[in-house]
Nanobody
Framework: QGQLAESGGGLVQPGGSLRLSCAAS????????IGWFRQAPGKEREGVVC????????YYADSVKGRFTISRDNTKPTVYLQMNSLKPEDTAIYYC???????????????WGQGTQVTVSS
């Protein structure tokens, strides 16, 4: 089973940007199925980015659509989450996860890393 390691979190002011990184081990078989979810204190886990089980298209949560973008560097291999126009409600621990699939019930995930804290505050 592959391993994932997130990095890049931190404290940022509202309106700012961060880029999170997810380093995947070579044993991560489904590199292209790596997505992101977040967990804020006292809230349920929220799928941020995952992929349609039907056609593989990218799903973004409505709360981040137009502000967050997932990308990959196949040479490393690393998956990134570019987060722009950050809001205080984006504050959470962010996790990258394998087997990130979307169906009518939302995102589901397989294994994930240790997470990285993102705090948006002035």
């Amino acid at each position: 089973q592959g391993q994932l390691a997130e990095s890049g979190g931190g404290l940022v002011q509202p309106g700012g940007s961060l880029r999170l990184s997810c380093a995947a081990s070579e044993s991560t078989l489904d590199y292209y199925g790596i997505g992101w979810f977040r967990q804020a204190p006292g809230k349920e886990r929220e799928g941020v980015v995952c992929f349609s089980i039907n056609d593989g298209s990218t799903y973004y949560a409505d709360s981040v659509k137009g502000r967050f973008t997932i990308s990959r560097d196949n040479t490393k291999p690393t998956v990134y989450l570019q987060m722009n126009s950050l809001k205080p409600e984006d504050t959470a621990i962010y996790y990258c996860a394998a087997d990130a699939l979307y169906n009518n019930d939302g995102c589901s995930f397989g294994s994930w890393g240790q997470g990285t804290q993102v705090t948006v505050s002035s």
